[in-house]
T-cell receptor
Framework: DTEVTQTPKHLVMGMTNKKSLKCEQH?????MYWYKQKAKKPPELMFV???????INESVPSRFSPECPNSSLLNLHLHALQPEDSALYLC?????????FGPGTRLTVL | KQEVTQIPAALSVPEGENLVLNCSFT??????LQWFRQDPGKGLTSLLL?????REQTSGRLNASLDKSSGRSTLYIAASQPGDSATYLC????????????FGKGTHLIIQP
């Protein structure tokens, strides 16, 4: 298995909702990442987990809450989001050198 | 703070042409550089990875070079095809740990049939 999977593919939520994004890889990678990509912009790093511990938080608002339950799974919990949080959320993983990306979750906040 | 610039921002060429995409970065202290392809609304597909000690990497019709000291990389696409149409992103990794990537804004490439 050489891929990163993300669910759901699309998500529409209201500003008062609570939802979660899920990312999974079975390549034995020990680093996992969340990136946010706005339309026509490059991806921007949000969080990095290394060996299931949060190692980097790029000053992301607390309405985004990451979780790494095990070495294969990464979640992003969403609460009280704003319309400007609408974007493509990308998950990635790496073992040593190369980062592999999932297909992303397209999030729309109404 | 690392900044990555890609030139040109957009490029449209007829099928069959060879082309070069450029990437420059301000801090030469990088661990590696990756070139990605992104189709509209999709995730990123890794094309080539160049470690900081390497000068170039090749995969099929793609060749990427790295001049770390001058902060430059190029992606060469030979004999372009309509299926090559996509946005090409250059990204640098600062360190050998679990560091995130810093991306350029990409080159939007259209190959005309």
């Amino acid at each position: 298995d050489t891929e990163v999977t993300q669910t759901p593919k699309h998500l529409v939520m209201g500003m008062t909702n609570k939802k979660s994004l899920k990312c999974e890889q079975h390549m034995g990678h020990r680093a996992m990442y969340w990136y946010k990509q706005k339309a026509k912009k490059p991806p921007e790093l949000m969080f990095v987990y290394s060996y299931e511990k949060l190692s980097i938080n790029e000053s992301v608002p607390s309405r985004f809450s990451p979780e790494c339950p095990n070495s294969s799974l990464l979640n992003l919990h969403l609460h009280a989001l704003q319309p400007e949080d609408s974007a493509l959320y990308l998950c990635a993983s790496s073992l040593a050198f190369e980062q592999f990306f999932g297909p992303g979750t397209r999030l729309t906040v109404l | 703070k690392q900044e990555v610039t890609q030139i040109p921002a957009a490029l449209s060429v007829p099928e069959g042409e060879n082309l070069v995409l450029n990437c420059s970065f301000t801090d030469s202290a990088i661990y590696n550089l990756q070139w990605f392809r992104q189709d509209p609304g999709k995730g990123l597909t890794s094309l080539l990875l160049i470690q900081s000690s390497q000068r170039e990497q090749t995969s099929g019709r793609l060749n990427a070079s790295l001049d770390k000291s001058s902060g430059r990389s190029t992606l060469y696409i030979a004999a372009s095809q309509p299926g090559d149409s996509a946005t090409y992103l250059c990204a640098v990794r600062p360190g050998g740990g679990a560091d995130g990537l810093t991306f350029g804004k990409g080159t939007h490439l259209i190959i005309q049939p």
